[in-house]
């Protein structure tokens, strides 16, 4: 796990994605529209893409994409993540992680 801890450690919001899928095409969009800036990997152009691949498998994440983390913290793959955002709660994790301002 530790490229993925790696690439998580500084940054309010990461997501692990691929360039070919939807689900992360959507997510990212869908945080964006908050005003985040999240940090991206996508596994398909980072040269060790596959390692973290598997370390997110490890991690419980699949599918392996889209995968994101808030404030440090994994909060899962795009069904979570809508989720979050059904209940109103996903605004409230950003302002938290200091990824948006109000």
């Given at each position: ?48 893409g596959q390692q973290v691949e598997e370390e997110l498998l490890e991690l419980g994440c699949s599918p392996s994409v889209p995968v994101v983390f808030i404030g440090k913290k ?29």
């Amino acid at each position: 796990m530790g490229s993925v801890k790696r690439l998580v450690a500084d940054n309010p919001v990461v997501i692990f994605s691929k360039t070919s899928c939807s689900m992360s095409h959507s997510i990212k969009t869908l945080i964006r529209s908050f005003g985040a800036n999240p940090t991206i990997h996508e596994l398909d152009e980072i040269s060790n893409g596959q390692q973290v691949e598997e370390e997110l498998l490890e991690l419980g994440c699949s599918p392996s994409v889209p995968v994101v983390f808030i404030g440090k913290k994994l909060v899962g793959g795009a069904n979570e993540v809508m989720r979050l955002n059904v209940r109103c709660r996903l605004k409230p994790l950003l302002i938290e992680a200091n990824a948006i301002w109000l």
